[in-house]
């Protein structure tokens, strides 16, 4: 059961990461209060849609070492990303479905589809960091030194 746990407390933080790391970029680009609005949709996207996507990924994933694992979990992030994007784009517009199918530019210039992949790779690349044996060991050390911190 502890294993579980801190799967879902590691998906958590890297939930929380990715979107505080979107928020961080987008500011830089663009520094508005709008920023604070992507976050508050984009947030409960990542809990609800990205966080399964990972664990799903993580079960795909979990006969294979190494680079190729991690390699694989990555192409899986941003697949599962982009098609949160690109199915409502097909299912319900047929103007974007024609758009979408001659031009594959116009996908890449769609802010959803750029906030979906950004906030995917975040995702992937913060889960990897806190699954690597360096990062558990100094999480333990942290944990000892403060105690059983819990929210």
Known sequence: MTGVRLLIGRKFLSAIGSC????IIYFILEPSGFVIFIAMYLLPILLFYGLPSSILSDWITKELNGIIRG??????????AALFVIVPILLFSQWERELLVSDVRSLLDNFFFITAILSS?????????LRCNKTKRK????????GDLRI
């Open 20 to 23: 505080i790391g979107v928020m």
């Open 71 to 80: 390699i694989s979990a990555f192409v899986i992030h941003l697949f599962l």
């Open 121 to 129: 790779f975040l995702f992937w690349f913060i889960d990897e960091f």
């Open 139 to 146: 999480w333990h050390v942290f944990k000892e030194r403060f």
